[in-house]
C-alpha cells in the first residue's frame, strides 16, 4: 500500500459529488489492513492481507466533514485503517435510494478482498490522505 500526502481529498470529492449532473449517492466501505510497513524512498510500503469491515451509504449532504465521518464510524468500529468511496448517480434528478447501493456495497466488499482492480475508487486513510492498494 502506497499512502500519499495530500490534504482535503475528502473536501473535494464532496463537493465534486454535489456539482454532478445527478444527484449522487457516496458508498463508503470501511477497511482494515494488517500487515508489515516498510519505508521506501516516496513513502511507505505495507504488505499484507485486507479486511472489509463495515459499509455505509450516504447522500452528500448528509456528511459535515471527514471528522465527522470518521467520529460516526470510530462508533461502530474504530479499528478500520482505510475508506473506500465511490459515488452512485441518480436518474431524473432524484439521488439513488439507500436500498439501490447494497449491490454496490457488495461488489466493493467483493473487489477488496478478490484483488481486482482498484483505481475507480477513492481511498483515504485516517488521515485523509490517498491510498493506492495493489494485489499481488
Same mark, same amino acid.
Given at each position: 500500500?502506497?499512502? /500519499?500526502?495530500?490534504?482535503?481529498?475528502?473536501?473535494? !470529492?464532496?463537493? =465534486?459529488?454535489?456539482?454532478q449532473?445527478? +444527484?449522487?449517492?457516496?458508498?463508503? !466501505?470501511?477497511?482494515r489492513?494488517? /500487515?508489515?510497513e516498510?519505508?521506501?524512498?516516496?513513502?511507505?510500503?505495507?504488505?499484507?492481507?485486507?479486511?472489509? !469491515?463495515?459499509?455505509?451509504?450516504? !447522500?452528500?449532504?448528509?456528511?459535515?466533514s471527514?471528522? =465527522?465521518?470518521?467520529?460516526?464510524? *470510530?462508533?461502530?468500529?474504530?479499528?478500520?485503517?482505510?475508506v473506500?468511496?465511490?459515488?452512485?448517480?441518480g436518474? *431524473? /434528478?432524484?439521488? +439513488?435510494?439507500?436500498e439501490a =447501493?447494497?449491490? #454496490?456495497?457488495n461488489?466493493?466488499?467483493?473487489?477488496?478482498?478478490?484483488?481486482?482492480?482498484? &483505481?475507480? #475508487?477513492?481511498?483515504?486513510?485516517?488521515?485523509? &490522505?490517498?491510498?493506492?492498494l495493489?494485489?499481488?
Amino acid at each position: 500500500m502506497f499512502k /500519499g500526502n495530500v490534504s482535503g481529498e475528502f473536501t473535494k !470529492l464532496l463537493e =465534486a459529488a454535489k456539482q454532478q449532473d445527478q +444527484p449522487q449517492r457516496l458508498l463508503m !466501505l470501511f477497511a482494515r489492513a494488517e /500487515g508489515d510497513e516498510e519505508k521506501i524512498s516516496n513513502g511507505s510500503h505495507e504488505t499484507g492481507t485486507v479486511t472489509p !469491515l463495515m459499509c455505509v451509504d450516504k !447522500l452528500p449532504e448528509e456528511i459535515d466533514s471527514f471528522e =465527522a465521518l470518521v467520529k460516526e464510524a *470510530d462508533a461502530i468500529e474504530s479499528n478500520w485503517s482505510f475508506v473506500l468511496i465511490a459515488g452512485l448517480g441518480g436518474v *431524473d /434528478g432524484e439521488a +439513488p435510494p439507500t436500498e439501490a =447501493a447494497e449491490q #454496490y456495497l457488495n461488489q466493493m466488499a467483493n473487489d477488496l478482498m478478490m484483488g481486482q482492480d482498484l &483505481s475507480g #475508487y477513492t481511498i483515504l486513510d485516517r488521515q485523509q &490522505s490517498p491510498v493506492i492498494l495493489q494485489a499481488s
